[in-house]
């Protein structure tokens, strides 16, 4: 076969196959991002499995049923600063929902940055339900690889 004629297969597999990408970059999922180093990249895993994302979606919307407190927002700590919570694809992502920061039993929704006059301010809930949810995504993240069992221990340490 000749270089030109594998090129022209190529690119007819990928106008096929262009459908099935766009369905998939479509698709309802979560970015869960373990806030755990400073000076190198948060673990991150990408939850897109149906039955997982009705489990986070349920524990979220517990959490997120408690009474909300504004204030200043912590400021960052070295090590274990909680779960970031983003939706990507689908119609929740395009609803554009806030991140959300997951520690312990509290639920962090940053309502707006730090500047040079006044702190970052946070919508915060505390509820069981946080937890619960927390400790869901730590496992989460264990069973796909992105937190090994040190790395582990010392999140929950930090809790």
Known sequence: MSQRSLKTLLAGLLLMAA????????????????????GRPDPTITVTDAAA??????RLADALAAPAQSGAAPDPVLGY??????????????????????KGRQVRIDTAPATELKSATASTRTSAAAG????MLLKLGQ??????????????DGR
């Open 81 to 102: 600063n909680g779960i970031l919570i983003e939706h990507v694809g689908g119609s929740s992502a395009k609803a554009k929902p806030q991140p959300l920061v997951i």
């Open 143 to 156: 069973k796909q690889g992105a937190l090994d069992a040190t790395t582990l221990n010392v999140l929950l």
């Open 53 to 58: 994302l009705r489990a986070i979606e349920t």
């Open 132 to 135: 619960d949810l927390e400790a």
């Open 19 to 38: 459908p099935t990408f766009a369905l998939a970059a479509d698709a309802p999922g979560v970015k869960i991002t373990y806030l755990v180093y400073s």
